[in-house]
């Protein structure tokens, strides 16, 4: 039956093919595909690995697409047909899978050809020769066939920047070379060259020049030196970077600041006083007009990082553009910088443009989501901005949401009560935010952060509704502060964080059915215990760091650093008063105080194999540890960490993993849904990220780790298994799969489809024998010889389907 339906999609395949005819005109052939072959030069044998794939890769056009010969994508533009409305779902579905034909010529082979030789040229393969050859089928498509013959290449022997006289621009230009892009031993390449002018022209800007550009400087290349010596090195070329003759004297100059303008873009009121303006120019340097005195004037002080009379860098103006944008206030900054009129003049007057943005919003939000332990849910925001509370660009932001998440599927069966697996929550949250430290003697200093800093104050409250069973309420205040010195170093203090986290609304009836149910598992039962009896009062101080380097130009190799620490409880266990028991824990208002350490770490490291391979990886750790006070108690499912899920091991339903190679049973499933969580989370994961095109996107993953609890099991609710030890690797669990991403530009939509390649509960799961005296064996965790795709129990235990937006890391 197999082979029947494969005959006929086949068959439908060869008879489409031949339709696509009707649509070609006579004479004229579809362009299908092309190849390239490279052929090394027989006596100096240069290195050509990898040169096929880009010289295809700067082939225009773009052949159409084929299966098995079919341009099926030509075929359902001409089935589609013409749409009416261009911005309707015809011309949708004709855009994302259908595509235009492309006809095929001789021109095109040509053209191509004279690219790939330019190509070869700037890539420094001097005297290569590329041709091409247009192949016409019989079904009126035609490939085209493209040789190019490879000379050696050419690269860098020595560098020098030739300067006519000892000038300040001399001087800055020769000191530029510091930092260059050209080597000695790398290969001559045009790009490189060009970034090279660019980074001096950056640099040459950063000392005053405004005026200067790249296109006056010139390098010249001496290939004559051939080989530096008999021997079979490559051949060498030398390099002399040279400023033009035709440069004009004021891109030479260093220029300085003479005025600054602010218009806040409000409408121009003819009666403002200009003797007010121009005397508080004289004080500042900056003349505002804001003739509805809607901001303060010290927002636009702290904003713009020049000053009267000071030297104009490029640096400067990009963090005075960026710190206005990021003020939100405006939609639209623009700066111009004008010549003060004067023949020998090297002053320039600086004006900053302003398109204000409405001062209040609303906004609402509706967001759907699915998870792999078989919830789906939904929640709603409402949004209430005042973008310039108190006329200082102050951020006042309050949210109102509502959201519940019910079981779909997956684990239906396993827990018919849907305890644990279904909940609501509702609550509200209030930030305000200063474009500045609100601390006493603290000045800004603008050349110091590319960044205004923020002080943002927090309140939120929460009720976590677990559906039958009992609420979780949580209020909780922040006062934080956020400065970047640029836009790759982002820090965060937070040194006052209130949380008071209280259970209640318990559903007695409930709980005595879990409790005095004869299978239910002891330690399940005194961990809810615990979780249900204990509420917290935490006095906390944090602290985070981001770090996103910029990666150099013509890096393949990008990092992502983030980490975190934060404690709590040390405050207020200090004033709090003695305990008439000395066992018993401090109390402050008649609350436990939890005292804790926290301190996360996240690496990502990111790889461009090539324009459609991209190859991520990510290496999680944090551990929570509760001391002091509070060293028997058990630790917050809010501190706490859980494994698998769309955006961590993906082989595994959210929170059903671990802690180390402890496993709920059956019963305590049904009853309290998937609910694993521990104090140390370890992950890695590593995905190769393929572009097929505009809107499909592959993934192959493979996902390692687990949670541990600590330091004993009696606080941690689990069993000795659950506690991290020193064989915690064995323990590690592992999985992947495939990953289907659907690019929409304004969202990615995410489909990983995963499997377990390693239990670590099989740990503890003993091999059955016949023989009862025999020794007890354990069975392997490595599953490998238990996939069968055919079988539907297994799929239906064993795959595990993420629905996300957005990638996982």
Request: proline content about 5%; glycine content about 8%.
């Amino acid at each position: 039956m197999k082979n029947k339906i494969v005959a006929i999609v086949l068959s439908c395949l060869w008879m489409n093919g031949c339709s696509i005819k009707k649509y070609v005109p006579q004479g004229q052939s579809l362009y299908v595909g092309n190849t390239v072959k490279v052929e090394a030069d027989s006596l100096s044998k240069p290195n050509v690995s990898g040169l096929a794939t880009s010289l295809e890769e700067i082939t225009k056009p773009t052949p159409n697409k084929t299966i098995f010969g079919f341009p099926w994508k030509v075929w359902w533009f001409y089935f589609i047909g013409e749409p009416k409305d261009e911005g309707g779902l015809r011309s949708w579905f004709r855009d994302k899978l259908g595509e235009p034909p492309v006809i095929a010529s001789q021109r095109i082979a040509d053209i191509n050809a004279s690219n790939m030789e330019a190509y070869l040229e700037n890539e420094g393969y001097y005297r290569s020769k590329a041709t091409g050859q247009l192949n016409v089928g019989k079904k009126r498509t035609a490939t085209i066939d493209y040789e190019a013959y490879i000379m050696p290449r050419y690269f860098i022997n020595s560098v020098k920047f030739v300067v006519e006289d000892s000038s300040s621009f001399n001087k800055d230009l020769v000191r530029s070379k510091q930092n260059s892009y050209l080597t000695k031993g790398s290969p001559i390449r045009l790009d490189v060259i060009t970034a090279e002018r660019n980074r001096i022209d950056n640099e040459l800007k950063g000392k005053g020049y405004y005026y200067f550009n790249p296109d006056y400087l010139v390098v010249k290349v001496d290939s004559t030196i051939g080989r530096v010596d008999s021997t079979l090195a490559p051949q060498q070329v030398n390099l002399f970077l040279e400023l033009k003759k035709e440069t004009v004297q004021t891109a030479l100059k260093q220029y300085h600041i003479n005025q600054i303008y602010v218009n806040t873009g409000t409408k121009e009121d003819l009666q403002a006083d200009s003797l007010a303006i121009e005397g508080r120019r004289r004080r500042s340097g900056l003349a505002i007009n804001d003739p509805g005195k809607n901001y303060k004037r010290r927002i636009f002080y702290d904003a713009i990082g020049f000053r009267h009379g000071s030297m104009y860098t490029n640096t400067m103006q990009n963090v005075s553009l960026t710190r206005l944008i990021n003020l939100q206030n405006f939609k639209f900054v623009k700066n111009r910088f004008e010549l003060v009129p004067r023949s020998d003049s090297a002053l320039l007057d600086i004006h900053y443009d302003l398109s204000p943005m409405k001062k209040k919003s609303l906004q609402t939000i509706l967001s759907a989501s699915t998870k792999s332990n078989g919830l789906g849910g939904s929640q709603i925001d409402l949004n209430w901005k005042n973008r310039n509370l108190f006329k200082g660009a102050e951020m006042l932001t309050i949210n109102g949401y509502f959201g519940f998440d019910v079981q779909l599927g997956g684990n239906k069966v396993e827990n018919p009560n849907k305890i644990g697996n279904e909940y609501y929550r509702y609550g509200g949250k209030a930030d305000l935010s200063f474009p500045r430290f609100m601390i006493p003697f603290i000045k800004i200093r603008p050349e110091k952060s590319e960044l205004l800093p923020k002080t943002i104050l927090s309140l939120n409250y929460e009720n976590r509704v677990q559906k039958g069973f009992f609420t979780t309420t949580s209020i909780r205040g922040d006062w934080s502060y956020v400065w970047s010195k640029n836009t790759q170093l982002e820090q965060t203090l937070t040194p006052i964080s209130l949380n008071f986290i209280e259970p209640r609304n318990i559903n007695t009836n409930r709980l005595d059915d879990i409790i005095f149910n004869p299978n239910t598992n002891p330690i399940d039962v005194d961990r809810y215990l615990k979780i249900l009896e204990s509420k917290y009062f935490i006095a906390g101080s944090g602290y985070k760091i981001s770090y996103r380097p910029t990666p150099k130009p013509f890096s393949k190799n990008q990092f992502i650093i983030n980490g975190s620490i934060d404690y709590g409880g040390n405050l207020l266990s200090l004033l709090a008063p003695k305990n008439s028991n000395p066992d018993a824990p401090k109390e402050f208002l008649g609350v436990p105080i939890f005292q804790y350490g926290k301190a996360e770490a996240e690496l990502r490291y990111y790889r461009t194999l090539s324009s459609k391979i991209k190859w991520a990886n990510r290496l999680l750790a944090g551990a929570v540890l509760p001391y002091g006070n509070s060293k028997d108690s058990f630790t917050p499912q809010f501190l706490q960490y859980f494994a698998g899920g769309s955006t961590g091991l993906r082989a595994f339903r959210a929170r059903s993993l671990g802690p180390g190679s402890y496993r709920p049973d059956s019963t305590s499933i049904a009853q309290l849904g998937y609910q694993s969580l521990g104090d140390i989370r370890m992950e890695f994961n590593s995905e190769f990220r393929i572009k097929l095109n505009s809107l499909f996107n592959l993934a192959v993953f493979a996902d390692a780790g687990n949670i541990w609890s600590f330091p004993d099991a009696a606080r941690a609710g689990y069993s000795e298994s659950a506690i991290i030890s020193s064989d915690f690797l064995n323990q590690v669990a592992v999985g992947g799969g495939l990953g289907l991403r659907m690019d929409f530009s304004f969202l990615i939509f995410r489909l990983d489809l995963a499997t377990p390649f390693r239990k670590p509960w099989y740990l503890n799961e003993p091999i059955e024998n016949a023989d009862p005296d025999a020794p007890v064996q354990y069975k392997n965790p490595w599953v490998f010889n238990e996939i069968k795709f055919g079988s539907k129990d297994w799929r239906k235990e064993n795959l595990v389907l993420n629905i996300a937006v957005g990638l996982p890391f």
